[in-house]
């Protein structure tokens, strides 16, 4: 009977484990997707940077495409100029 148990409760441990994993999974998913989002928006600065465009056009368009994706105004990422 003590062994029905046992084997009952580690059935449930590993299933949790199971669907803590799944969680975390679709969290890295997400993730990796924002990354993304950021990546192709800093792609889209650097070509409005190549067009010659002005630096001010280029880093209103770089806040409007981070909106919502990453923190502060140059969309996670400062560096100097």
């Not at 059935?11 to 997707?33: N, Y």
């Not at 192709?40 to 070509?47: I, M, N, P, Q, S």
């Amino acid at each position: 009977m003590k062994n029905r148990i046992l084997l009952g409760m580690l059935a449930v441990l590993a299933l949790s484990g199971v669907a803590a994993r799944a969680e975390s999974d679709k969290e890295r998913q997400e993730d990796v997707a924002r990354h993304r989002a950021i990546a192709a928006a800093h792609e889209a600065a650097a070509k409005c940077i190549e067009a010659k465009k002005p630096e001010e056009v280029c880093a209103k368009e770089l806040q409007v495409a981070c909106k919502g994706l990453a923190i502060g105004k140059f969309c996670g990422m400062r560096h100097q100029h």
